[in-house]
């Protein structure tokens, strides 16, 4: 749902906001959203991510040892990689 709401701003603001809401292609509404969107959202809701189904379903396929330091084996492949 939509709700219009009226802001009081400097004219001066206002004007280089529409020119870059113009360069980024992108109504002054919805970058003022976006804006108050990014602001208020919780910081839990941050870090949270959206897992894909296929992810989700490869979730579990390979077993790794505790030990295992990914760093070193990608390093170590680049390596062979390139030689």
């Known amino acids: 749902m939509e709700t219009?709401?009226?802001?009081?701003?400097?004219?001066?603001v206002i004007e280089r906001a529409k020119k870059y809401a113009k360069k980024q292609r992108i109504s002054l509404s919805k970058m003022i959203e976006y804006y108050l969107d990014n602001l208020t959202r919780e910081k839990s809701d941050e870090n949270k991510t959206d897992i894909t189904p296929l992810i989700e379903s490869l979730s579990g396929v390979i077993d790794l040892p505790d030990?295992?330091?990914?760093?070193?084996?990608?390093?170590d492949y680049l390596t062979k990689k390139y030689q």
């Open 4 to 12: 219009k709401l009226t802001l009081r701003l400097n004219n001066r």
């Open 67 to 75: 030990d295992f330091d990914y760093k070193k084996e990608y390093r």
